[in-house]
């Protein structure tokens, strides 16, 4: 029951395994004094699965990769066990071909499979001509997706070699109300120009500039995730600088590992090269010469780095899938791998010349344990002294014209109780004609003729 001059409440068994971890929360009977209504609330943590991964041509053919040594068939084969492997949240993705089926593919023989069905993709983004595209798919229990951001430009006109995605997120928490109470992130997918001339650095370098002006201009600061194949060989690089150093610190992006350097052919940075997962030139498709160099990356935000907004970096959760450190101009299966068992090390293999990189953040969020965050003036309009499956008793601070409605709507908004009746008492009793089984947090709201004089959100257990 709720809501008596003190009243006690309890969620039993909250148990969540989440991807990549095991994490258990569990909620014991608290008992907490009416007046204090609206100020309590109960704090819980997630993890969330970070995988960025350059596809290689998945869907798409150059002049040296074909259908025969970049078999799409072979490569759904490979991924999905990669991706069977690490469970991400959120999976993204370059070199994917420019087509919608090549994205419906993915989620449908890769990830989607074997019963599960909790994995959706966001909407593909294409600029001109281009072949290779990015994608984001997520799953949909922890995940949400609101919309895209498309940028194909910098200020002077210059168009990006390929689109480069800003995704807004936010966290699909368990009882949060995803208008107001969860936490939100934006994601972008950067898939930079290849090549060390000084007018491939060039590119990469106002390209960059492009984009974080963009960001600057267009957004707050805040939680924000920059991943892609940026094909940079150093740290110093403009490419690079832009990203990590901005004119503007607090719109900064940061190495959640923070090892700056010259990545390129230096064996110092053996354990987290990510390119290339062949040492000989078996297949003209794949790069060859072995792991030496650190192209893909995943960078957060100051203020995820920092854990400033609700959502924080992991600590040495930071890695490149199968890389031991022991592959220095070697291949990513011989000698044998350390990091990961044979079978995911052979996947690697022979999906792609690049390895998946992999972060996780920790999510904090709350749920009130009765009223939470509400207006004070919706606090003082009305309080709900009491409600359980049959009855609801509300008492009002000051009367109000006729007639009189309420409603019990669930977060989603739909509205699973509604009733008009005409009273001028302060105290109203309704008796429910239907029962809310599901233990969840409610919103209660109450209107006089047109105008809503209030709404009170409410941790209802049967």
């Known amino acids: 029951m709720l809501f008596p001059t003190t009243f006690a409440f309890r969620i039993i068994g909250v148990f969540k395994q989440a991807l990549m971890r095991q994490f258990f929360t569990f909620f014991w009977l608290v008992s907490l004094p009416a007046v204090s209504l609206g100020q309590q609330s109960i704090a819980l943590s997630d993890t969330l699965t970070v ?12 002049n040296q990769c074909n259908t025969s040594n970049n078999n799409i068939n072979t490569k759904d084969s490979h991924l999905k066990k990669i991706l069977a492997y690490v469970k991400p949240d959120i999976f993204t993705v370059n070199e994917m071909g420019c087509n919608t089926v090549y994205g419906q593919r993915i989620l449908e023989r890769c990830l989607n499979v074997d ?32 919309w895209v951001d498309k940028m194909t430009q910098d200020g002077s006109g210059n168009t990006y070699i390929r689109s480069i995605d800003m995704h807004q997120l936010y966290f699909n928490g368990q009882y949060l109300d995803h208008s107001t109470d969860t936490v939100r992130f934006k994601y972008i997918i950067s898939h930079l120009k290849a090549g060390n001339s000084s007018g491939d650095a060039n590119e990469r370098g106002w390209t960059t500039k492009g984009v974080m002006d963009y960001i600057a201009n267009k957004y707050r600061d805040g939680n924000m995730i920059f991943a892609g194949d940026l094909n940079v060989y150093n740290s110093t690089e403009a490419g690079y600088q832009n990203l990590t150093n901005y004119l503007l610190p607090d719109y900064d992006f940061q190495d959640p590992i923070n090892r700056p350097g010259k990545w390129n052919n230096n064996g110092t940075f053996a354990d987290i090269h990510t390119q290339s997962t062949h040492s000989n030139f078996s297949n003209a498709c794949f790069s060859s010469g072995g792991m030496d160099d650190r192209f893909d990356q995943i960078l957060v935000s100051k203020t995820i780095l920092n854990n400033q907004d609700q959502m924080g970096y992991i600590d040495s959760s930071y890695n490149a899938l199968g890389q031991d450190g022991l592959r220095f101009n070697q291949s990513i299966n011989n000698p044998a791998n350390t990091a990961v068992p044979s079978a995911i090390a052979d996947a690697l293999y022979g999906m792609s010349d690049h390895l998946p990189v992999i972060l996780q953040l920790k999510v904090t969020t709350s749920i009130p344990t009765s009223i939470g965050e509400l207006q004070a003036e919706d606090q003082q309009n009305f309080q709900i002294k009491k409600w359980d499956n049959e009855r609801l008793v509300i008492t009002t601070q000051n009367s109000v014209e006729e007639p009189w409605q309420i409603r019990i709507n669930d977060l989603s908004g739909r509205c699973l109780y509604s009733s008009d009746f005409n009273t001028s008492d302060q105290d109203i009793e309704l008796l429910l004609d239907r029962s809310i089984e599901q233990a969840g947090i409610y919103l209660i709201s109450m209107y006089s003729g047109h105008r809503r004089i209030g709404t009170q959100k409410v941790f209802f257990q049967p």
């Open 51 to 62: 995988m960025h991964y350059n596809l290689l041509y998945y869907g798409a053919t150059s």
């Open 115 to 146: 019963g599960e069905t909790r994995y959706a993709k966001t909407e593909l983004q294409t600029s001109g001509s281009q072949n290779l595209c990015n994608m984001l798919f997520y799953n949909t229990e922890t995940v949400g997706w609101s």
